[in-house]
């Protein structure tokens, strides 16, 4: 048996048949049994996969199915080519079955390519999503946006039997997921903390990719599709004797919506990206490109001098792409170092346990920060100005990269401190008369905060920390990252702090006890702007302490999660595939094979030892 991988495509092919398939990467299993197979296969997650099957080993491929099918595996394929009369007794509705009559190795690969090609290949139609039936007069509940949140919300609302009408006033849904998000994106939180459905098989891939997200949420906008409205504006929400009237317009036509509650699912931190435009840009021989919405899906990479502006989520993310698409070299030019961890520290967040202040032991905390600072140290990456008081900038995200200590290690990337002053034919001058050489330029320097928008809509100045506007109104949305923001039982994710507080506004929908709640120990009320990541967090913990079901809510999400985490990749398998990838990045930077002694150290394997 071999493998083979079309980086092109991006996909994994393992082969079960004795056609000789062609490729630069082979994964061997040889004749071992199931449980060493599932082992060496799960090291090789980063990629999706596709099975060639012929006759003499289906029996194989399906005690192999079974048992990645255990464990909901992100090695689970997509579809299996039956070639020369193969047949896989194996009952799964989700898996692709293409027969082939031909044993020509071409043939089977352009087979592959084609299906490929048009699997992974994501229609932003499926996100335009048609309801001809006329908007209702009355709901229990309305949400505004259909974003992820929203489309959440709507499922956990349907589930709970609370009768609701979800309006999002663009053509598709899907937020910054469906509006910013590039074909390259990949989630920032680890997998098992951004899982939006859970599957029986094929769970998404560790920090999964836009496809993925989008396949989850154009799912999701289907279950709801008959109480989802697009291009359904609201204009205002106001308070009624009996709940809120929700006035919007939709085909240029206004309309009266009467509810008892209302989720805000509109984003925050998130807004209008901010335009960048520098002196003498028309003279600049290069491209200029935004890093947004596939605006630079057309580069060309490779042997190009990339100049990064910005050092927030997606100018790390740009930074990945242009190095990963063969760029000679990357520059970061930043006014301050954001924070980037390798992805093992962000798994290790969720994945160790948490004591029952929802906190953990600050001995793992201190083990995984001094192993952090090594690999700053030893990659010659540029750790940020408040390190050690603090991990991260206020208003910074923390970036999850490991591509990024490695191309630091291999003299790929560097940053340097500063604005551009101007642009010239090959380059930019910094503020500090630097010159830097550049044939891209990519403008990744953020986004303005939207929370205008939640006041004027909503009539509101305040918000309790709680996430609460008003009685059954709760506005959920991702908010100003101060730097307590990721020591909490949400971690990186802000879908969890969401999967939270939409279960909190089920259990207290329309009951009296809502008065009671708000005004619990901890529950402040601050003026909309000022909501942060800790406000949030600290809302949470109050109603933890108060409402011993809350607690128990928060345990199972939290529970859940962790199974989530240790199904997919245990501590020892995501190890062994972390560092098999880490290995593999160093040989596609360099352009060549490297064997380990010649790359950065991979200093976690240290932690199996602990």
Known sequence: MNQTIDQALNIRVVNFSTVDLAGGQRLELGSDDVGAMVKKIRRYADLPYVYVVGKGDTRRVVELLSALKAVRSPCYPYALFLIDGADVDHQDTHLDRVRIESTDANTIQDRIKAYVLQRFDFD????????NRPLPARVDVAIVGAGITGLYAAHRLAKAGISFCLLEKGDRVGGIWSRYANRSSQVNSSEGAYRLVEKETRSNRDHSATREILEDVAKLAKNVSDHLFIEAEVQKIETSEDGYHVRLKR??????????????????RVGTPRASAWENQQVFKGEVVAGIRNDAEKIDWRDKNVLIVGMGAFAVENARTALEGGARHVTVLCRRHGTVCPKVIDYLNFATPYDDAFQHDKKSNLRNMMYWKKLYDLSGATQPECWMGKIKHDGHTISVSDIWFVGHYLKKIKTIRGEIRSMTETGVYTDAQQHIEADIVVGSIGFERNARVAKELSGCREIATNNYLGKDFMYLADAYIDNNAFNSLFGSSVLEMVKFYIEVFIMFFNRPEYDEMVRAEGIERIPIEDRNWSH?????MALIRKYP?????????VDQRTRNFLEAHDLETYIAENKREWIDTHSKLAGRPLKEEDCLPYVFEKLLKV
Do not use: M, W
């Open 251 to 268: 085909g240029g036509k206004p309309h009266l919506l009467e509810c008892k509650g209302v989720i805000l699912a509109i984003n925050d």
């Open 124 to 131: 932003f139609n499926e996100l335009r999503i048609s309801n």
């Open 549 to 557: 079901t809350i607690r128990q809510i928060a345990k199972e999400q």
């Open 536 to 540: 949030y967090i600290n809302g949470a």
